[in-house]
């Protein structure tokens, strides 16, 4: 199973700031967008925010203003910066690409690639 890997949850103060960032793996290729889902407790997944390989961006209305998406096509990798965290804010995010890879000689086109999920928790 191919995953995506994140670092950078972890505790903060409401207020404050956290940096996320998921690389994909050499074994993807074409990758068109890239991005981030949450998931608070007892709540569905959401969207957070996406970029395109053009840098087209789009945010959940409750994150514009202080969240920012941006990637780097070259080494695969996305990064969320999230300032002014309110506690709401607090979830498990999850990164996620389309995307193509082979494996067992089997090209596998248009899938859908998930990371394990960072705990990004906003409390005093």
């Known amino acids: 199973q191919v995953q995506l890997a994140e670092s950078g949850g972890g505790l903060v103060q409401p207020g404050g700031s956290l940096r996320l960032s998921c690389t994909a793996p050499a074994t993807i290729f074409s990758i068109g967008h890239m991005g981030w889902f949450r998931q608070a407790p007892g709540r569905a997944r959401e969207l957070v925010a996406v970029i395109t390989s053009g840098g087209r961006t789009t945010y959940a209305e409750s994150v514009k203003g202080r969240f920012t998406v941006s990637r780097d096509n070259a080494k695969n990798t996305v990064w969320l910066q999230m300032n002014n965290l309110k506690p709401e804010d607090t979830a498990v995010y999850f990164c996620?690409?389309?995307?193509?890879?082979?494996?067992?000689?089997?090209?596998?086109?248009?899938?859908?690639?998930w990371g394990n999920g960072t705990l990004v928790t906003v409390s005093s």
């Open positions: 996620n690409s389309d995307g193509s890879h082979i494996a067992g000689g089997k090209h596998y086109y248009g899938q859908d690639y």
